[in-house]
């Protein structure tokens, strides 16, 4: 997909931007990262329940992930 040589800035901005709704939107709830969501992974799967908070976990290490990935380019 070329990552390695698309503009970082979009990217950046999407991400910020990602961050700054999903914070939004905890904030805005009680509790909010015990709260359980149904997940599907894609179309026809079965869905699961996660948290809240699993599943920004899950993302951040995800980010991580990517974040090694880049540094060894």
């Given at each position: ?54 599943i920004l976990r899950h993302e ?14």
């Amino acid at each position: 997909m070329n990552y390695d040589t698309a503009p970082i800035d979009p990217a950046l901005a999407t991400l910020r931007g990602l961050c700054q709704h999903i914070s939004n939107i905890v904030r805005s709830k009680d509790n909010a990262l015990q709260c359980e969501v149904r997940l599907f992974d894609s179309p026809g799967a079965e869905t699961y329940s996660m948290t809240v908070e699993a599943i920004l976990r899950h993302e951040v290490d995800h980010a991580e992930e990517h974040l090694l990935e880049i540094r060894k380019l």
